[in-house]
């Protein structure tokens, strides 16, 4: 059974910088692809970020040039790096995974974390 579990939220002022953190337990396939998405209050969750098994990477345009997500495979960890944060970050951070591509990115994944939390005051 995947397990994931994430950390690293927090808050930050305007302009500051946060990494996340997504712990993987129980991924036996091969192809498997993780993720992050967002919900802030009173919004829909939404996709931020992805990661494909072979490495390659989808960020959404609103964040492309503040986001960057990573994963390291030794330990089965997913990482987002967030600079330059705004106020119109803050919301709850989930990881998710799948073997369908096509599944996470459309925000049907099989497996999600608990989320955490990202605080951004202007």
């Known amino acids: 059974q995947v397990h994931l579990v994430e950390s690293g939220g927090g808050s930050v002022e305007a302009g500051g910088s946060l990494r996340l953190s997504c712990a993987a337990s129980?991924?036996?396939?091969?192809?498997?692809?993780m993720g992050w998405f967002r919900q802030g209050a009173g919004k829909e969750r939404e996709g931020v970020a992805f990661?494909?098994?072979?490495?390659?990477?989808s960020v959404v345009d609103a964040v492309k040039d503040r986001f960057t997500i990573s994963k390291d495979n030794a330990d089965n960890t997913l990482y987002l790096e967030m600079n330059n944060l705004e106020a119109e970050d803050t919301g709850m951070y989930y990881c998710?995974?799948?073997?369908?591509?096509?599944?996470?990115?459309?925000?049907?994944?099989?497996?999600w974390g608990q989320g955490t939390q990202v605080t951004v005051s202007s």
């Open positions: 998710a995974g799948d073997v369908s591509w096509t599944m996470l990115t459309k925000g049907w994944a099989t497996n």
């Open positions: 129980g991924v036996s396939h091969s192809r498997y692809s």
């Open positions: 990661i494909d098994s072979e490495g390659s990477t």
